[in-house]
């Protein structure tokens, strides 16, 4: 499983947790609605986060200079407001 090994203090606020509670937890530890079924990149998702937040999310892929894909970076998006607005 792909495992957390670094985020910045904006994720560790939408998620409502620490950088420590957070590094080496697999991405379903960390995002409870993560799709079980492999993600196109930079297709976005919604995701209703612990911390009643809701985050688009959207994955891109980390390659080594072969073309091997080593990891992935995951961007969070706070869209709370806006889904609020549309209701």
């Known amino acids: 499983h792909q ?3 670094d985020l910045n203090p904006a994720a560790q606020h939408l ?7 957070l590094i080496g937890q697999t991405l379903p530890q960390v995002l409870e609605h993560w799709p079980t079924t492999p993600v196109l990149p ?3 998702i919604e995701l ?3 911390s009643g937040r809701i985050a688009e ?3 891109s892929p980390l ?3 072969r073309g091997q894909q ?3 970076v995951i961007l969070l998006r706070d869209i709370t407001d806006r889904q609020q607005a549309e209701a």
Do not use: Y
Request: charged residues 35%; positive net charge.
């Open 63 to 65: 390659t080594d200079r």
């Open 70 to 72: 080593r990891g992935a």
């Open 42 to 44: 930079s297709a976005p």
């Open 48 to 50: 209703a986060l612990s």
């Open 15 to 21: 998620l409502d947790r620490t950088e420590a509670q």
């Open 57 to 59: 999310a959207r994955r």
């Open 3 to 5: 495992r957390l090994v």
